[in-house]
């Protein structure tokens, strides 16, 4: 895929959703200044957010794109890519905003936010794309594996105070559930 073609994708989807992030990123800055001090609150809103924003990516939410991007000579494997890099920026960007929050309202925490959090959110959110193209009770376990691994990453990086363990863990789980998700959209592929 050209870098073209790519940015367009990202662009289109990310102009379909703009009221999504804005939401979302208005909810991270509200939540961040009542929040209490502690990464566990981003930590589980921004990936929360993340997981709504992957569930938005569902074919039939926005049919013209899906008919563009089907008509498109791409691959499934390069659709994943586009289409996950969407939900990710939107939850790395409430992530941020999180944190920019913190840091105005003098809370030490912030810095913390932008190194805990965003391992967390990417995964959760990676994971979740995959309930995109499921129905029924497999939707609902791949919800359910998104949240498993948001508590994964708060086990490792709060409870236990491990976070070279949480950032291994979180890439772990972004590799395999990329490589799902692309798998699923490549048996679509027609090529």
């Known amino acids: 895929m050209t870098g073209r073609a790519f940015a367009g994708m990202l662009q289109a989807r990310l102009y379909v959703s703009r009221r999504l992030v804005a939401y979302s990123c208005g909810c991270a800055v509200l939540v961040a ?16 957010l993340g997981i709504v924003m992957a569930l938005d990516q569902t074919p ?5 794109l899906d008919r563009c991007e089907q008509s498109a000579p791409l691959f499934g494997r390069e659709l994943a890519r586009a ?9 790395l960007l409430a992530t941020v905003l999180f944190a920019c929050t913190q840091f105005a309202r003098g809370s ?15 995964a959760c959110t990676l994971t979740a794309l995959s309930a995109t193209t499921r129905r029924g009770a ?11 691994a948001i508590g994964g ?10 976070f070279l363990a949480e950032l291994a863990f979180c890439i772990i ?7 799902q998700y692309g798998e699923t959209l490549a048996r679509f592929d027609p090529i």
Not at 60 to 64: E, K, Q, V
Not at 83 to 91: Q, S, T
Not at 138 to 148: G, S, W
């Open 33 to 48: 200044l009542a929040a209490p001090a502690g990464v566990t609150t981003p930590l589980f809103l921004c990936s929360l």
């Open 60 to 64: 039939g939410r926005h049919r013209h």
């Open 83 to 91: 289409k996950a890099l969407v939900p990710c920026i939107a939850a």
């Open 108 to 122: 030490p925490d912030g810095l913390d936010t932008l190194v805990v959090v965003p391992p967390a959110v990417v």
């Open 138 to 148: 497999t939707r609902a376990l791949y919800v359910l594996l998104a949240c498993a």
């Open 153 to 162: 990453a708060y086990a490792l990086a709060v409870i236990a105070d491990k």
């Open 173 to 179: 789980v972004a590799f395999f559930a990329l490589r």
